[in-house]
């Protein structure tokens, strides 16, 4: 069965970029930031992207691109009793496919409220109560939530039509029109918020430098955290979508378009988003810090009372924020989906149509649960520990396999062979040494963390089952699939044009 491949070189960049470029980089890479040092989190960030998101977006793509295929098969080519660390980073991908849905289809929803303002003036009571219908506990589900189902269905459909359509003609195709769409009502939210009075109180707020946090830890490990969440590095997705170049790629410089263009995307979106917010304080006349926060939190609830105090647009204003936030979500999960949909396929050498009503069958029955009434504490707490351990483990564990016990210098070489410019040694240090050093670090203060403090004071009952429960099946996952009997003429061997 033939591979399929990506059209043009652009089409694979703006999927990449439109991979990492999602609901993160809007509402939680300003927030960070922000609350991080302002303009001095900057160094730590930038940093971060030198010397972890870089190299191993470089380290994916070569393996991807010389292996030819998903995270399962590119790591049993390169030593077979390394598949599993491909399964269970495609079982953090599905894991997140299962939460990553409900949101964007949240998003869906309020585009038609911002229309009208439908959420009224109290916007925390509106999303809370009205629109989730939060029960008290994480156990109690209280049933599906109807409104909530429609756009959920809706969200599902377009990722399977696209998804059905392959490479080049559905995820190429369908980033072609959403990544320049993204950047164009971006831009009109960054005008309009610019315009308001109030925006430069916002901009100080992100953007002047707090040095003195620069030596706090806690600062590092925000700084390389928003890397990984924010690159797609780490859970199967980049290396999937290398395995769909074609045999003569520059990879190197692909990677560098790739990063700084969601970087500079976090930058843009993040001026827009605090000007509005900017605006706000300054109507309420109070700091920008009383108002700002992160997360669903900045969405949908303090998002849409700034909405409720512009003069004029509130609905255009609304409906371009949220129909970017679904734009920006949609690019992502198509990717998240394809990550582990690639395993499969490669695996037991299914059709396309086949394994995607497995795979996404599994996860709409699974996403069922974050349309529940307690849906959304759910999706806190598998969230957390998804990103917290699930990637940042799962990368930690790709880098000390891959830079100690692989030959690190043949990926080099083949990064480097059709690449307008060469990494030098520097990628092999950074591999080896610098990326595990603060992985480890990062995993250490997460685990210390929360021995200290339950995540958000949540049950511990319902801790253990969602978080560290969901981190646990993503390791039983991992070792099941690499037990199970496959295709091995696929398994062993790549195809013939890179072998």
């Known amino acids: 069965m033939s591979r399929d491949q990506w059209g043009t070189r652009l089409g694979f960049i703006l999927a990449a970029v439109g991979s990492a470029i999602g609901l993160g980089n809007i509402w939680r890479f300003p927030y960070v930031a922000a609350s991080n040092g ?51 980073q ?16 949240w998003a869906v929803s309020y585009i038609f409220f911002a229309m009208t303002q439908a959420w009224g003036t109290d916007t925390k009571t509106f999303f809370f109560a009205q629109y989730l219908g939060l029960t008290d506990s ?54 309009r918020g610019l315009t308001l009075p109030g925006a430069i109180d916002g901009l100080n707020y992100l953007f002047t430098p707090q040095w003195d946090k620069i030596l706090q830890p806690k600062v590092w490990v925000a700084a390389y955290g928003q890397i990984f969440f924010s690159l797609s590095i780490a859970f199967a997705i980049m290396i999937a979508y290398s395995s769909y170049l074609p045999p003569k790629t520059d990879i190197v ?13 976090e930058l843009f979106a993040a001026t827009g988003v605090f000007s509005v917010l900017g605006y706000m304080a300054h109507t309420q006349g109070v700091p920008v810090s009383e108002i700002a926060s992160a997360g669903v ?6 998002f849409p009372k700034a909405i409720n105090a512009l003069p004029a647009l509130k609905g255009f204003v609304g409906a371009t924020f949220f129909t970017a936030l ?61 990103n917290n351990f699930g990637i940042v483990i799962g990368g930690l564990i790709e880098v000390i396999l891959v830079g100690w016990f692989f030959d690190l210098e043949s990926l080099r070489k083949h990064a480097n062979e059709y690449s307008d410019f060469a990494i030098g040694s520097w990628w092999n240090l950074m591999i080896k040494f610098i990326t595990p050093l603060f992985l480890g670090f990062m995993t250490f203060q997460n685990i210390i963390e929360n021995i200290k403090k339950p ?35 696929v398994m062993l061997q790549p195809t013939k044009e890179v072998a």
């Open 90 to 105: 495609s079982a953090v991908a599905f894991f997140i496919t299962t939460y990553y849905v409900a949101v964007v289809a």
């Open 326 to 386: 679904f734009f920006a979500g949609m690019t992502s999960l198509i990717s998240i989906i394809e990550a582990f949909l690639a395993g499969i396929m490669d695996k037991f050498n299914l059709p396309r149509q086949k394994a995607l009503n497995i795979c996404m069958g599994a996860s709409f029955v699974i996403s069922l649960i974050f349309v529940t009434g307690s849906g959304l504490m759910v999706l806190d707490i598998v969230d957390y520990f998804v």
């Open 38 to 88: 302002g303009g001095a989190f900057l160094f730590p960030y930038f940093f971060a992207i030198i010397t972890a998101g870089i190299p191993i977006l470089i380290l994916e793509f070569a393996m991807g691109h010389k292996f030819r295929g998903g995270a399962p098969i590119t790591f049993s080519r390169m030593k077979k009793q390394w598949e599993w660390l491909g399964w269970f």
């Open 455 to 489: 995540y958000e004071g949540y049950p511990l009952s319902a801790l253990l089952a969602m978080g560290w429960g969901v981190f646990a099946a993503c390791f039983i996952l991992g070792i099941v699939f690499y037990s199970m009997k496959g295709n091995n003429d």
């Open 253 to 265: 410089n692909s990677a560098f378009i790739t990063a700084f263009s969601n970087h500079g995307f």
């Open 297 to 302: 939190g900045l969405a949908f609830i303090v």
């Open 138 to 191: 994480p156990w109690k589900f209280g049933g599906l939530r109807m409104n909530i189902l429609l756009p959920f269905i809706f969200v599902w459909t377009i990722s399977y039509y696209i998804l059905s359509k392959g490479i080049k003609g559905g995820i190429e195709k369908a980033n072609k029109i959403l990544i320049p769409a993204l950047v164009v009502l971006t831009g009109v939210i960054v005008i």
